[in-house]
């Protein structure tokens, strides 16, 4: 059987594709390396902007999924003072990624998808007619290929998309959980509130991500401004645990994973084959956000897998209009996340001090994780921003007087 279109990768862009395509009517095979459910290092903060997407489609999470709603933000900079900007509305929620993956692979199979897990692709032959895809279950045919195969893609570099990396743009990041029982979380810490400590750390911060009964404990940053990440993990968590008055605990089962930093737009298509989310590159270089890109740029693949298959469309045309759109929608602010993050961390005392003082705080927070600004649109319209602020600034001082 030839399918319309494989899938390599069953993260939220290769789970979203599919899900899209088989609601389509296509003929979708979405495969992946491991057992599903596996987990996935990761804070699991799904922005706003994520559920949306979500949303856009027709996808609701069960409540057992989400672990934590949040509306707010700890920031602490290198004075080890710590403050917090919250938000008037949530700003994100937080799930387990060993679930949310899962519940996305059995939306797309419920949509009509054929999922194949423990299935990791090994070989790809491209033609102008199709793709056929070696994997340990044996190979099977389709008329485009769909990488959505994580931040070491090998999609991206059997067909030479993604060659070796250079350093600056190869982030790193380290994860944890750590149990907590109920009475330790009522105790000593908000439910409601993440924690990000910007301790000098190279394009990156220490986070403590609050779940049900744990705590997501990372460190991410620039992979080449680490010496041992893992003892510094450990260091961060032990002050962590000292400021919160926790009892102190024991850090077991650290994983790391690859983060690929966005300087540039790369080329993501050829030839019959798509990337998607980190496969693509696509993670926001200040925030170490990927979950929303993932999902859009699977959304935005499966629209023009769409247009080649039920519209005939000459597939190297819908290709090219598969890159221009993502360049297009968050294209130009994933290039500028990395401006920001650059000059953001030459300057971490600064933005900490500035974010203390400002009261509207939360909300710029609170307007990039949903998408009602971004980071080009503040570059590239300073005064229109610096405008808003001031307007925000003033009504929430005079808003306090009366
Ligand atoms: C520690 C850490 C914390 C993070 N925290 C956040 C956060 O809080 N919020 C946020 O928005 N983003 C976060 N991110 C980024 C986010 O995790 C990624 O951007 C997101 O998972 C990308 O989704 P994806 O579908 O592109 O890839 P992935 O989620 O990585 O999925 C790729 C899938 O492809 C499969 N695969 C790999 N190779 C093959 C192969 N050869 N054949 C078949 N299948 C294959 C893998 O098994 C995997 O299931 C974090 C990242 C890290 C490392």
Redesign the pocket.
Known sequence: MVYDVII????????MAAFVCAKAGLEVLL????RFP?N????????VR?QQVLQSVGISLPPEIIDQVISGIEFMGPDLKPFVARTTQPLAKIVR?SLF?DYLARQAAAAGAQFIDN????RLETSTDGVVCH?NQGKFSGQLLIG????????ARITGLRGPEKSDEIGI???VDVPLSDQVWNTFLNPSILVVWMLNIPYGYFWA?PRKMSLSL?L?GMATGFKNMRNLLKGIAQMFTTQKGLPSFALHGIRG???PLFKHQRPITSNRVLL????AG??DTFS???????LES?LLAAQAVINVIKQNQDPSKSLDQYSQLVQLRFGEELRCSYSVARFIHSRVHGFIQTGRRLKSFGKVIFDLASGNTDYYQIIHNPLRFSVSLFVHELQHRIHRRT
């Open positions: 390599a990768g069953s993260g939220p862009a290769g789970s495969i992946d390396k491991v596996r996935k290092p990761c804070g699991g903060a799904l922005s994520s990624r993956d299935c990791p692709v090994v994997t959505a195969d994580g931040a070491a893609s090998r999609v990041a380290l994860e991500f990372g991410g994973h690859m983060l998607t989310g980190d496969a696509f993670v170490g956000q990927g979950i929303y890109y993932a699977g």
